[in-house]
């Protein structure tokens, strides 16, 4: 998976408890991405980066904070995890936010929240 | 708007030809994408075809764009049982400052032998 390593892959946590996803990348790509995967709805963005300390939020931002502090670990924060936050989440990266936008993905890790 | 939408599911022979579409409703897309997701695994790009173009061919993958019917389509020749995976198109608009990829709901591919 083009050098990115999720973790964790599973993990099942409760309602209201904070929760911290984390992508790490060997490729020294600048920008890295969380989506989240859904049935019916395809991969939604949650937030972005273009580089360290420099973030933004995607669509479906509330209820989630991102950290980047190196160039290679990109950090999914559910501050207070609820169901609706039951999902698959996707980390991704790309070479340049250029006008070709390929995207190398993780493999995901599967959330949930009881 | 940025709606992507496929159809959810398409079953073919071992052999046959398949072909999986996509439409889009932004017309200023600057790159179009597929992606195949196998089972436990995160995407992989497949191909993408530059707007401006109306085909792109990559061994037995023939990408496919109408712009004025904003339809997308990927047909895979010959298929076989390790094409079954779940197929994504998306699409790249410029979002002030950087590449916005929208994903479509996928498809879901059953080959059978």
């Known amino acids: 998976d083009a050098g990115i390593t999720q973790s964790p892959r599973h993990k099942v946590t409760e309602t209201g408890t904070p929760v911290t996803l984390r992508c790490h990348q060997t490729e020294n790509h600048r920008y890295m991405y969380w989506y989240r995967q859904d049935p019916g709805h395809g991969l939604r963005l949650i937030h972005y980066s273009y580089g360290v300390k420099d973030t933004d939020k995607g669509e479906v931002s509330d209820g989630y904070s991102v950290s980047r502090s190196k160039t290679e670990d990109f950090l999914l924060t559910l501050e207070s995890a609820t169901s609706s936050q039951t999902s698959v989440y996707f980390c991704?990266?790309?070479?340049?936010?250029?006008?070709?936008?390929?995207?190398?993905f993780g493999s995901g890790t599967q959330l949930s929240v009881l | 708007g940025e709606d992507v939408e496929q159809s959810l599911f398409l079953s073919v022979r071992e052999g046959d030809s398949s072909v999986i579409n996509c439409t889009y409703t932004d017309s200023s897309s600057t790159y179009l994408y597929w992606y195949k997701q196998e089972p436990g695994a995160g995407l992989q790009l497949l191909t993408y075809i530059f707007s401006n173009m109306d085909m792109k061919q990559d061994q037995r993958l023939t990408v496919l764009l109408n712009k004025k019917d904003k339809h997308l389509s990927l047909r895979i020749a010959d298929t076989q049982t390790g094409d079954s995976a779940i197929y994504f198109c998306a699409e790249s608009l410029d979002s002030g400052g950087y590449q916005k990829v929208t994903f479509g709901t996928g498809t879901k591919l059953q080959v059978i032998p």
């Open positions: 991704a990266i790309s070479e340049s936010a250029g006008v070709n936008e390929k995207l190398f």
